[in-house]
């Protein structure tokens, strides 16, 4: 029977370069998606998919994560003094989600690349499988992702990537799994991963998208390859490398995620994901769409 997953790790050591000079002062974690920075998205998520363990990982500069999770009683009493009731209640719950995932924060330390913060975290696991999820992706679905990716781990013990399908000329934009056996229900046996493969070569039509169960056979391949990156000093630690040299003799699957994901690491993917969550937000979102319709058909015909 699988392990109870109760463990997840969010890395937000990045720059952010994509979106400079935007993230030159705030972490790109902290930019919102709605009424919510985007990496409250990622905590809300793995909080509601029974998550009691959240360790982020930081870097310099990313003080103002902490503060915006870090409970404010001092805040939250000067407010209801005021009698701003909903506003206390809103402060006070974001600060609520800290002692709900049990937030800790860890200084990113190590060669260059996505699987350095995977391994830091690691070391305090020990042999626990636990859920990786970047802080600037954010979905939008019935089932939160990380419960949908929670439920294809105890089916299978084995560690599991999310996917969603793609159109063929996107595959140069992400990594393409090998699909060995469809199992149903979105469950998908792999066998590893193509990065950015032109789209004649891509090996299906589904592209993972962020997020993972690790198990502790793919933490030792991390630590084999930052293992050999101290004696070369060259390239980057990544955790798609670790996913398929694991692949390449023990069973790995990914789930096909059901919900929409909106990525913010580029400007583009940020105001696509800004604009769907202010249309979809109930008090904000009919205005919004008369707005868009008056500029799209202005009423001196222009």
Known sequence: MATTIRRAVIPAAGLGSRLLPLTKATPKEMLPVGDKPVIEHTVRELVASGITDITIVVSGGKGLIQDHFRPNPALVAQLRADGKTAYADAVEEVGELSRLGHI??????GPYGN????LNAARNFGDEPMLVLWPDDVFVADVPRAQQ???AYEATSCPVLALMPMEPGDSQRYGVPVVREDLGEG???ITGLVEKPKPQDAPSAYAAIGGYVITPGIVDELREQTKRWYEHRTGEIYLTDAINAYA???????QVIQGRWYDTGNPLAYLTAQFAAALADPEYGPPLRRLATELDHPADGT
Request: net charge positive; hydrophobic share 35%.
């Open 248 to 254: 390449g003799s023990r069973a790995v699957y990914g």
């Open 115 to 118: 699987g350095t913060p995977v």
């Open 104 to 109: 800790t924060y860890l200084d990113q330390h």
């Open 149 to 151: 990716l929670i439920r």
């Open 187 to 189: 469950l998908l046996r």
